[in-house]
């Protein structure tokens, strides 16, 4: 496989690699195994290696630490990752998200970088996939200021916890196929609902919601 060429992974077993490039609307198709179980468990690696690169690196407390670890692990960041790292190039779709234009869809990125990850941890150990993410990943943050959007949910936390208030995510709709879900959540406060927001993951449609209720009712908080 090129993909695997471009990143000098030599290996007994690529059908895992194929496994972590396939969605769920290919494998609907044909019958193949997707990606969803490796993206469980890549999200949990870079999670580690993000953590303990931040840990070793800044001396920031441990609410700022937590704050930039999860901009960096985030729908948006992962997009960024797999979309330089062209990942979006090998990944195999069903006919009907290929002409939706799925390998340009942030969640589809982001869950495959996750799942890749997860497959360099399974065939080549952690400190195979940790040197991979410090050679091709921790660039990436160190020069690319695009992956440092906001987190509306911290935000949103930071306001509400001044005056004791509750603060809660409510999953409102979903809709869709089970390859292409579109979430709505509510973000509610002392249970009056402050704000919604829409994406393709619930992460996302929750920033979403805690964005809206920012921007539309700051007044009221």
């Known amino acids: 496989m090129k993909l695997l060429k471009k990143f000098n992974i030599q290996t007994d077993n690529e059908e895992l690699y194929i496994q972590a490039l396939t969605h769920t609307s290919y494998s609907n198709e044909v019958g193949d195994p997707s990606y969803e179980r490796l993206e469980f468990l890549g999200d949990a690696v870079l999670e580690l290696i993000i953590t303990e690169y931040l840990y070793k690196k800044d001396e920031a407390d441990e609410g700022v630490l937590t704050k930039k670890r999860a901009m960096y692990v985030c729908e948006n960041a992962l997009h960024i990752y797999g979309t330089k790292l062209e990942l979006n190039d090998y990944i195999r779709l069903g006919r009907g998200e290929i002409e939706a234009g799925g390998k340009e869809r942030k969640v589809i990125v982001a869950d495959v970088m996750e799942a890749f990850l997860g497959a360099i941890f399974l065939d080549k150990g952690f400190s195979f996939v940790k040197k991979f993410v410090y050679n091709n990943i921790i660039p990436i943050i160190e020069n690319d200021d695009s992956i440092f959007i906001e987190d509306f949910k911290s935000k949103l936390q930071e306001l509400v916890q001044t005056d004791k208030r509750s603060l809660t995510y409510v999953l409102v709709a979903e809709k869709g196929p089970s390859h292409d879900k579109e979430y709505t959540v509510a ?18 449609a929750e920033q979403q919601a805690a964005k809206d209720a920012l921007e539309k009712s700051v007044q009221k908080l």
């Not at 973000?187 to 996302?204: H, T, W």
Request: aromatic fraction near 6%; glycine fraction near 16%.
């Open 187 to 204: 973000v509610k406060i002392d249970d009056i609902i402050y704000g919604k927001g829409r994406a393709g993951s619930k992460k996302e």
